[in-house]
Antibody, heavy 117, light 108 residues
Framework: EVQLLESGGDLVQPGGSLRLSCAAS????????MNWVRQAPGKGLEWVSA????????YYADSVKGRFTISRDNSKKTVYLQMDSLRADDTAVYYC??????????WGQGTLVTVSS | DSQMTQSPSTLSASVGDRVTITCRAS??????LAWYQQKPGKAPKLLIY???TLESGVPSRFSGSLSGTEFTLTISSLQPDDFATYYC??????????FGPGTKVDVK
């Protein structure tokens, strides 16, 4: 069974940093691209970032480009999202998701990031 | 970048109703579209991928189709467990997933 467990969400001040982690199990981790998707309170889903299985391809939404960094450690079956220069509009539940060819097949339970002074 | 629209934004229905949700891209980038169901406080769940392929374990009352440039999610007979918000998602490039704004299905 595929399992994705996010952690690292917290309350942080504007301009601060936070690192999210997503521990995976139940599938051959390095065979799959992984994504981060966020959802602001009461809002819809927004794709944030993606990383290929080998880390050779890394992609970001324009809204986070230059501030967020995605990475993965295949030996630990974990994907990370380093978030710097956080703003109030980054407040959201952050989900990690396993990617299929054109869709996100499995999602974690999410971790809440709150950016506020 | 492609923008996705969904209609309606809210749909009030009763158990047993046939429910249809539509999704359209501002410009067609592929024929591959996915649908997700999300319940309050929970992660989204994949229902349908490649426009019409049912994810394993998803009840057969859910179906997806494409007509022209309009994608459709249909629930043939709404069940109590189906009251939720539904999102479409199109794959534009390897680097870009675009979600629709969502359709909330609530109790009439």
């Amino acid at each position: 069974e595929v399992q994705l467990l996010e952690s690292g969400g917290d309350l942080v001040q504007p301009g601060g940093s936070l690192r999210l982690s997503c521990a995976a199990s139940g599938f051959i981790f390095n065979d799959y691209a992984m994504n981060w998707v966020r959802q602001a309170p009461g809002k819809g889903l927004e794709w944030v970032s993606a990383i290929s299985g080998s880390s050779g391809g890394i992609y970001y939404a324009d809204s986070v480009k230059g501030r967020f960094t995605i990475s993965r450690d295949n030996s630990k079956k974990t994907v990370y999202l380093q978030m710097d220069s956080l703003r109030a509009d980054d407040t959201a539940v952050y989900y990690c998701a396993k990617r299929g060819p054109w869709e996100l097949t499995n999602w974690g339970q999410g971790t809440l990031v709150t950016v506020s002074s | 970048d492609s923008q996705m629209t969904q209609s309606p934004s809210t749909l009030s229905a009763s158990v047993g109703d046939r429910v249809t949700i539509t999704c359209r891209a501002s410009h067609s980038v592929s024929n591959w579209l996915a649908w997700y169901q999300q319940k309050p406080g929970k992660a989204p769940k994949l229902l349908i991928y490649k426009t019409s392929t049912l994810e394993s374990g998803v009840p057969s009352r859910f179906s997806g189709s494409l007509s022209g440039t309009e994608f459709t999610l249909t629930i043939s007979s709404l069940q109590p467990d189906d009251f939720a918000t539904y999102y479409c998602q199109q794959y534009e490039t390897y680097s870009l997933f675009t979600f629709g704004p969502g359709t909330k299905v609530d109790v009439k």
